[in-house]
């Protein structure tokens, strides 16, 4: 095959690929492209637009997770790769 076929083959795979992910690549883009100072206002403006979302309703019973109170420990050892320099 000469190398203007083998180009043309993958222009098309290529551009196949893309159509079939085509909302996953933009929703890729618009991550990427999110805090970017040109477009920061509008794309916080239009967020609902931009990502999935749910409303989350409030159960009639609301659920109370055990509690263990402790004391905490008077000292505390770091590790020298903790502590940031």
Do not use: W
């Not at 043309?8 to 290529?14: K, M, P, R």
């Not at 929703?27 to 989350?56: C, E, G, H, S």
């Not at 109170?69 to 000292?75: D, E, G, I, M, R």
Request: charged residues 20%; positive net charge.
């Amino acid at each position: 095959m000469s190398p203007l076929k083998i180009g043309l083959v993958l222009l098309v795979l290529i551009s196949a690929i893309c159509s079939l992910l085509h909302k996953e690549l933009t929703r890729v883009y618009q991550v990427i492209t999110l805090f970017y100072p040109d477009r920061i206002v509008n794309n916080f403006r239009k967020m609902d637009a931009i990502f999935a979302a749910a409303a989350i309703h409030r159960p009639a019973v609301s659920h109370t997770f055990a509690r263990q109170p402790t004391n905490l420990s008077k000292t505390y050892l770091a590790r020298k790769k903790d502590i940031a320099t």
